[in-house]
């Protein structure tokens, strides 16, 4: 009897300790390892999308109605006030689907049928779904090259080429089991809808303005530390975006060979960041890699009395990675706003002209000691050298100073004239 009991209780506890925890975050059918469980439970938990039952059917197809009604929550549109009538055969005024069918209608978030219908409850297909995050995001920087690294890119439909171009550089998609699909012509699920609608909400500053509803909040405070020198090193971290104040300092550099005497007003000029620019508590305001836009505003050549090249630039925007754009004005962070060869440089040219006019001096005193008397040459050499280098020297102060290089590598410091918006 012993032994039945020590049984059942072995067997009881390899019961447990053996099935998957389920009804993680209150929700039955989701486990805590399941590839898609963090945004199920955001979106659960932010009512964006319901349990049935205490269940949330992942692997279920998500109907157009649906999608919708989840879209317009993120969005912030789900209680828009409803001022037109439904313009679609298959959807009753006194339906359940009704409000969200015509508020998605009002701020033309999804159409429907060119028979006049919206076939609510039909699933929605997964480029259908890319192509409603395309449609209501801005329009940004993106290379169609992207989809081709994907194994089934042939299968992306023409008109949905763009569509994946975009939804691909913003973030905003979904390619699970296998990341090297995109599967665009397969119904979508309840936990890729999840993962999608999840994604956007994070990056809701890349919603165009007429389709979202949504109040930004200030989340804290963060810290830049490029230079203590710096007017100012906050960072304003809201739901939406990331804020560089102005006078933050950022640090950069050149990605090729820079020449003033080449240059040019109007000449572009680019700069990276090898490594990414991120606040002190941890957040990346600019991944490594972005690219950073300057113009040429004036060139001013080098000046007799030994003023070396002045060269004027501005940062206009900033191209991360991942094609986001932002809007940047920002100068270098030098006297006067100006690039210029620094004090090192210039010391060694007025040295190299010293040292060349002591040994052209030295060089006149020895021959001219050789003339009255071979004996003398000590004492031309003793004359000269002085001579020769007091010569180099006023001779390298008073002749036009140096060329401004910078070489391909090469860091400089930036200073924020603006506010820079850096969309989440």
Known sequence: ????????????????????????????????????????????????????????????????????????????????????DVKFSDVAKSGADHDAIVRSQQIGLVY??????FRPNGSILRDEAQSVISHITIDGTVNNNIISKFSDAKKVPNWAKNVYAKTLSYGIYVNHPN?????????????????????????????????????ETVLGTEHLNVTKKAPCNEVTITNLRNIVKEGNVL????????????????????????????????????????TFYGT?????????????????TQINKVVTPNGKTVDMNAKPFYKDYALKEGPWMTAGKVALYTVGGAAVGTGAGVGFSFIPNPDK??????????????????TGLVTPGLNYVAHEGEEIQVILLDDASVAK
Request: charged share 20%; net charge negative; proline share 4%.
């Open 1 to 84: 009897m012993k032994k039945l009991l020590a049984g059942l209780l072995v067997a009881g506890i390899l019961s447990i300790t053996t099935s998957p925890v389920l009804a993680y975050a209150g929700i039955n059918d989701v486990d805590a390892n399941y590839w898609a469980q963090t945004e199920i439970a955001s979106v659960v938990g932010d009512s964006v999308m319901f349990l049935n039952n205490g269940n949330f059917n992942p692997e279920n197809k998500i109907s157009r109605v649906d999608f919708v009604a989840a879209l317009l929550k993120v969005l912030g549109n789900d209680n828009a006030k409803i001022t037109s």
């Open 112 to 117: 429907g049928y060119p028979d006049g219908t």
């Open 179 to 215: 990341e090297n699909e995109l599967r665009p012509t397969e119904d979508l699920t309840r936990a890729e809808a999840a993962v999608l609608l999840y994604r956007l909400s994070k990056k809701l500053d890349l919603v165009k303005s007429q389709y979202k509803n949504v109040n």
């Open 251 to 290: 640090e950069i550099e050149y990605t090729d060979l820079f020449k003033s005497k080449l240059a040019s007003a109007g000449d572009c000029v680019t700069f990276t960041n090898p490594k990414d620019i991120v606040t002190e508590e941890g957040t990346v305001i600019f991944p490594a890699g972005s």
């Open 296 to 312: 040429v505003l004036n060139v001013q050549d080098p000046q007799w009395f030994n003023k070396n090249a002045r060269v004027y």
């Open 377 to 394: 040459v000590g004492t031309g050499v003793a004359i000269g050298t002085p001579v020769g280098a007091g010569v180099g020297l006023i």
